[in-house]
Each structure stands twice: as C-alpha cells, then as structure tokens.
C-alpha cells in the first residue's frame, strides 16, 4: 500500500512529550533542514525572492534602469562573464543573484530555478554549462589572449574536454602566459591599425549607435580634417625634433670628441711622464750596473789579494814554526845551559864556602898571632906570610872568576831577552802572540838579570847542599875553615854579590 511507503518528516521518539515549547521545536526543524541540505538552498530561494520583490519597487526600477545605462567596457563585461560563469559552476547561487542584480550579464548566464520541494535540485545541468565556443573566444580576444596563439589552444582544449573547472581557473592557471601575451598582442594590434581601418570602426560605431549617415560623414569629415592637420603639425614636429636631434648628436659628437682629446692628451702626458721615468730608471740601473761591475772587479782583485795573502800567511806561517821550532831547540839548549851554569855554580859555592872556611882561620890565625900574649917567631913568620898570600890569591882568583861569570850569565840572559822580544813582535804580526806566551820560559825573565848590588835570590831558590853551612836570603852565615880548625877563628861573610864580589878582604 502507499500508506506503507510514507515516511515521517520527523523521527518520533518512543516518549513523546505532550507539550513540545517553541525553542525545541525550533532546533528540531533546523536539524531536520541541515539534515537534508535544504538550509543553504532555502536561504538562497529567500534572498532571491527578496531581490526580486525589491526590483519591482520604485527604488527597484530606478537602480535597474541606472546599471543598464551605464556604459561597460568589452574587457569589464568579459571579466563579469569570467565571474558569473564561476559563480554558476560552484553553485554559490546567492552571490550569482547578487551580482547579476548589479552587474548586466546580456543574458549569456542562464537562470537556475531554486525550487523548494524535498528533492535537490539538478546541479549537473548547472556544473555541465559552459560559454559557447564564439563567446569563449571573443572573451579570450578581449582579455588580450589571441585565437591562433598557443595559450588560446591550450585554454580551448582544457576547457571543452576536461571541462571540470570553469574558464577563470584556466587562465589564472596561466597567469605570466596570459599577461605577456596580452602586452604583445595589444602591440601587434596597435601596430597592424591602420588609419583607414580606424575610421571605419568610428563609422561603425557611430552607425550602432543610430547615428544619420550625413551626421556620421561630417564627424568623419571633421575628423579627418583634425586628423589630417595633427598629421601635417606632428611630421613638421618630428621634421624639427628630427633636426633638433642630429645637432644635438653632432653637439654630442663634438663633445665627446673633445672629451676624447682631452682624455688623449692625458694619458699623453702620462705616457710621457711614465717614459721619462722609464729613462731615468734606466740610466739609475745601467749605474747600478756599472757600479756592481766595478765592485765585482775590486772584489776579484781582492779576493787575488786575499789569495796571495792566505799563501804569504800561509808561507808566515810556516816560517813561524820553523821559527818556533828553532826557539825551542834554543830553549832547550838554554834550558841545558842553565843546567850547566847550575851544576858551575854549586861548585863555586862550594869552592867559595872552602875558600871562606880557609879564609877564616887564616884570620883566626893572624887574631891569634898578633895578640899581645904570644909572639910567633920569626920563622913561624916566614912561613905563614906565603900561606896567607897563597891564600889571597886563591880567593882573589875565586872572586873573579864567580864575577866573570856572573857577567858572562848577564849578557846571555839579555841576549836571550833580545830575541825573545824579536819573537814576540814577529808573532804578533802573524797573529801568534798567544802561542808565543806559551813558548816563553819563565825561567829565563828574570833570574839572570843580574847586576853589582843585587842579592843572590836565584842562587836562594836553589836546592844546593853545602858542604858544611846553609845560605839564606840576607843572613851573614858563619862559616869555619876547615883547614884553620885548629886556630879557632870564626869568620863572618855576607851573602850579597857586592861584598862577595868586593876587592875588600881583611888584611893579616
């Protein structure tokens, strides 16, 4: 049965109140339209009936009358037609009423019925409208996109066979594409617009507008007469600019003519200034040149003299230790001469400590004897008298020899002195002080400067045995004759060479 196929609007619950208030019936039923989509298309159904029932009013007919007076420019009316046609084809109904009040669409749009029933409405048939192909293309030619251009091409295929976005998406899909294409289109028409044309679309014009033909042949008159005197003001114009501007690129050219001389004269003069310091640089490093070539001469020369110094000083050297050598060998012959002249010594210390010995009891003897107690004979005498001068003279001869050869010792010293300083000069000439120092003998500086009134201080430092008495430094050592024992006379004699060597002997 039908009966059975019928559907409550409203779900009951089991409990159902017996009183409903008006807020909960008022949430029911919104839910109840939000449930089924009719909310949105209700609202829209409203308002559309509301704008219509406002354009039949006075207010309603005056707008309408005002906005279809109004003169829309082709490129303000595509774009319009860009914008409803992507209205329509998202279903924002309301705003395509909206618009359409404001905005003439001449009709191309076609009007949608919103009907208020349980069923939806049919959205295919709104979302499957598209521009026909003349509108789509005299959109595309308004909007500056040109039919036999690639973009065009594009935009047509897109939009008839994808067909799932309207025609404003597609060509802010190519936005750089579509705006340089418009700049270069626009210019090719402004370029290929000839006047002939140009005064046949302002016939055109002026004839859609119902314009008399005398009318549109006096404008057209009028307009060529203007046309044809801005024509004669604008060649005489450009025939004066045009003279205008080649003097003003002859003066440009003179100008810069004239900045290029000054600028060669410039770096001229820098040149200039650049080759004379070139030529001094020159001159300074052919000097220098000269200069190094005459030092390296003064240090062949020197480096020749160097050589032949190095060899002298080599040869020097060589003599020097020949020279060296041979100071040696004399200082070892000295040194065995001074062994000798030591050995002479102790003997004659010993022959003088003999003679001393003598010489004291000699003395004792002539004490004795010339003592008031007793008398020697005259006989005793005789003998003692050539005793005493035998004596004599063995200690006189003593004395001199001891003096000869003290002096003998002197002079050699001094001689050795002599060369020792020859040598020290010649050294330090050659660079051989130091070794010179080294060679030296001490022993041959001083103890052999030995003159009258000196003390015997070499004769001192010598380890000497005596016979029978030791020397020592400014003693007067007693000494007894040996062969005078028996006289008992004791005898004093100084040490130093003054009296060792005086002619003072004490007299009998």
């Known amino acids: 049965m039908i009966s059975d196929k019928i559907v409550p609007a409203v779900q009951m619950s089991d409990v159902v109140p017996s009183e409903m208030s008006a807020e909960e019936f008022q949430k029911r039923l919104y839910r109840w339209f939000e449930d089924r989509g009719l909310l949105s298309e209700l609202r829209a159904h409203l308002r559309k009936q509301m704008i219509g029932a406002l354009k039949d009013t006075s207010i309603g007919h005056v707008a309408f009358t005002q906005s279809n007076k109004s003169v829309v420019s082709p490129k303000t009316q595509a774009f319009n037609l860009l914008v409803g046609e992507f209205l329509l084809r998202y279903d924002y109904h309301y705003s395509?009423?909206?618009f359409s009040t404001e905005v003439p669409l001449t009709n191309t749009i076609p009007e949608v019925p919103m009907p208020i029933?349980?069923?939806?409405?049919?959205?295919?048939?709104?979302?499957?409208?598209k521009f026909a192909e003349g509108d789509m293309w005299d959109i595309l030619e308004t909007m500056g996109v040109a039919r036999e251009s690639e973009i065009a091409k594009k935009i047509y295929h897109a939009y008839y066979e994808e067909g799932e976005q309207p025609l404003l998406a597609y060509l802010i899909k190519f936005p750089n594409r579509v705006l340089g294409s418009v700049d270069a289109?626009?210019?090719?028409?402004?370029?290929?617009?000839?006047?002939?044309?140009?005064?046949?679309?302002?016939g055109e014009l002026l004839h859609s507008n119902q314009v008399n033909a005398?009318?549109?042949?006096?404008?057209?008159?009028?307009?060529?007469?203007?046309?044809?005197?801005?024509?004669?003001?604008?060649?005489?114009?450009?025939?004066?600019?045009?003279a205008k501007l080649s003097q003003y690129e002859s003066t440009q050219k003179q100008l810069e003519v004239e900045e290029y001389r000054g600028k060669l004269l410039h770096h001229q003069n820098l040149l200039q200034e650049r080759y004379h310091q070139l030529i001094l640089r020159e001159r300074e490093v052919q000097q220098r040149e000269y200069r190094l070539e005459e030092k390296e001469q003064q240090l062949a020369v020197r480096e020749k003299c160097l050589q032949t110094t190095?060899?002298?000083?080599?040869?020097?050297?060589?003599?020097?230790?020949?020279?060296?050598?041979?100071?040696?060998?004399?200082?070892?012959?000295?040194?065995?001469?001074?062994?000798?002249?030591?050995?002479r010594i102790d003997e004659l210390t010993e022959k003088s400590t003999i003679?001393?010995?003598?010489?004291?009891?000699?003395?004792?003897?002539?004490?004795?004897?010339?003592s008031g107690g007793l008398r020697p004979s005259t006989h005793t005498k005789e003998k003692s008298s050539p005793s005493s001068s035998a004596s004599d003279d063995g200690t006189t001869n003593v004395r001199r020899e001891a003096r000869e050869l003290l002096?003998?010792?002197?002079?050699?010293?001094?001689?050795?002195?002599?060369?020792?300083?020859?040598?020290?000069?010649?050294?330090?000439?050659?660079?051989?002080?130091?070794?010179?120092?080294?060679?030296?003998?001490?022993?041959f500086r001083d103890p052999f400067q030995l003159k009258a009134g000196h003390s015997l201080d070499y004769f001192s430092d010598l380890e000497l045995s005596k016979p029978s008495c030791s020397l020592k430094r400014g003693e007067n050592v007693p000494c007894k004759d040996t062969d005078s024992a028996s006289s008992g006379l004791d005898h004093t004699f100084p040490l130093s060479i003054s009296e060792a060597t005086s002619d003072n002997v004490p007299s009998n």
């Open 310 to 343: 190095l060899k002298e000083s080599e040869q020097g050297a060589g003599k020097d230790n020949e020279l060296i050598t041979q100071l040696q060998t004399e200082n070892k012959a000295l040194q065995d001469i001074k062994e000798e002249q030591g050995r």
């Open 117 to 129: 029933n349980s069923s939806p409405p049919d959205k295919g048939s709104c979302r499957e409208w």
């Open 355 to 370: 003679l001393l010995r003598d010489l004291e009891s000699a003395q004792t003897a002539v004490n004795i004897l010339t």
């Open 214 to 242: 005398q009318q549109i042949k006096s404008v057209l008159n009028s307009i060529v007469s203007i046309v044809d005197g801005e024509r004669k003001h604008l060649q005489e114009e450009c025939t004066s600019l045009r």
């Open 407 to 443: 002096e003998r010792l002197t002079k050699e010293s001094e001689e050795m002195d002599r060369h020792y300083q020859q040598f020290k000069r010649q050294s330090h000439r050659n660079g051989l002080k130091q070794f010179a120092d080294t060679v030296r003998p001490r022993s």
């Open 185 to 202: 289109n626009f210019e090719c028409l402004l370029s290929s617009n000839t006047y002939d044309d140009w005064a046949r679309a302002v």
């Open 96 to 98: 395509l009423s909206v």
